[in-house]
């Protein structure tokens, strides 16, 4: 379960790479060079090498064939009971089958549950109308009735989930951890608007190897609540997921399949709910190899804490090296190193949102990533289609330096992967709908350039 997409063989255990002290660490500026302060977390990028600056993320090589029948069609979990009735719930809530079309300026915004739901109840027992009364009784009847049409249309208003604005963001301990001015919290509300964000995945902490959360005892958490909700008031309509990771290969190896650590990540997630005040949680998991059941398991837990309302998302491999799929399959990484369509189903299935890691393609030319990242595109949204549910599917576009082999910032431009994004969305036909915009990562390490590059190819 440790095989490195970059090298046809797996590294033994006495290989796996050394954890850092911060995930992601405090202080964190978003233009630090490498070297100066530790760098953010970067859970979406698969790398060959580890340093003492660098977090627990590795990327999602296929899982081992060995005992596996190879004639055997993967099959999605049939544990799907709970999971259709919050799909059907949802649909009932939103109105709505699937996602809305894509996040450019002619996307309608999502719309998401309220945070606090107001039913205004309608009188029933109206008084009984006499044909034989004078003209001033009809007017005091017809103002009776006038005043119950508008409380029925206020109901119907205030009952409809606020819109949400179709694109996300990453953002880290630089704000979340750091003490904040009102006018940078405003300044980032407003910004978050001007780029059409209505999603923003706020870092909360990582489970450690001992099963403990970082950051517990050193008042950060109080931070992270008061970041919350002071952004929430600058910006009444973002919806605010926490952030948490879990670094699934820990000290002792792989250990996704230790019910202590299932429970534990489960746990926390209502905690970033009821106690942090987050609209829902995020799950950075990783590595998570193709059909493996343990994560599905980790998100019925989750899911069976949090409740049917309370948005899940998770981060999303993409499919590294697809073959026959007409696409460049990068030498380094694994050929075959994909989720398998029955998979991304039974995850779509347990989730509200899919943030597909579509980078670190190690790629070497523009063209070519824009093309891999068509395929990650249409895949995921045709993957979808099939399942006709209101899963959304986010697709990460990456603004962070080169961390070569896996990404290179010249190759994966922004501009380069809003053209992928816009193929694949034409390749994708129909069931693009089923995409429902693309999340920044991250915000620490988007310059001013790339911002423009982001509000003139994919906003404007």
Not at 36 to 47: A, G, I, L
Request: hydrophobic share 40%.
């Amino acid at each position: 379960m440790s095989r490195d997409p970059y090298n046809a063989e797996p590294p033994m255990d006495d290989d796996l790479p050394e954890y850092p002290p911060e995930y992601p660490p405090e202080r964190l500026t978003p233009f630090d060079e490498p070297g100066d302060e530790p760098t953010p977390s970067r859970p979406m990028r698969p790398v060959t090498a580890w340093s003492s600056e660098q977090t627990p993320a590795r990327p999602m090589p296929p899982v081992p064939t060995d005992d596996l029948d190879p004639d055997a069609t993967p099959q999605p979990s049939r544990r799907h009971s709970k999971a259709r009735e919050r799909i059907e719930k949802r649909k009932r809530q939103t109105g709505t089958t699937h996602a809305v079309p894509l996040g450019s300026a002619d996307a309608v915004p999502r719309s998401r549950p309220p945070r606090q739901r107001r039913q205004i109840s309608v009188p029933t027992n109206l008084p009984k109308i006499n044909l034989k009364i004078g003209r001033g009784a009809f007017y005091v009847i017809g103002s009776i009735l006038l005043v119950v049409i508008v409380i029925f249309a206020l109901g119907r208003l205030r009952n409809q989930p606020p819109e949400v604005n179709p694109n996300a963001i990453w953002i880290g301990t630089e704000w979340t951890y750091e003490e904040r001015t009102d006018d940078e919290i405003k300044a980032l509300a407003q910004q978050l608007r001007d780029n059409k964000i209505g999603t923003v995945y706020a870092w909360v902490s990582w489970l450690q190897d001992d099963n403990t959360w970082r950051q517990a005892d050193t008042g950060a958490w109080d931070r992270v609540k008061s970041f919350r909700e002071r952004l929430e008031l600058a910006d009444p309509g973002v919806e605010l997921i926490g952030w948490i990771s879990l670094p699934v290969n820990g000290g002792d190896g792989y250990r996704m399949d230790e019910v202590e650590v299932l429970d534990a990540v489960a746990a926390f997630s209502g905690r970033v709910v009821t106690e942090f005040g987050f609209d829902g949680v995020f799950l950075n998991v990783e590595p998570v190899w193709n059909d493996d059941q343990n994560f599905l398991e980790l998100l019925r837990k989750t899911r069976s804490v949090v409740g049917l309302d309370v948005p899940i998302a998770a981060a999303i491999p993409p499919d590294w090296s697809p073959l026959g799929a007409g696409i460049p399959v990068p030498a380094l990484i694994t050929p075959g190193t994909i989720w398998e369509k029955a998979y991304k189903q039974s995850v779509a299935l347990l989730v509200d949102q899919m943030a597909v890691m579509a980078y670190n393609s190690a790629l070497t030319a523009p063209a070519d990533y824009s093309r891999w990242m068509a395929y990650q595109v249409e895949t995921y949204a045709r993957a979808m289609a099939e399942l006709d549910i209101g899963t959304q599917v986010l697709i990460g576009i990456p603004t962070y330096d080169a961390e070569l082999p896996g990404h290179d910032p010249l190759v994966e431009t922004v501009p380069a992967a809003i053209d992928g994004i816009k193929l694949g969305i034409e390749q994708a036909g129909e069931t693009a709908s089923f995409v429902r915009g693309v999340v920044i990562y991250g915000y620490w390490t988007t310059d001013e350039t790339e911002w423009s590059q982001f509000r003139r190819e994919w906003v404007e």
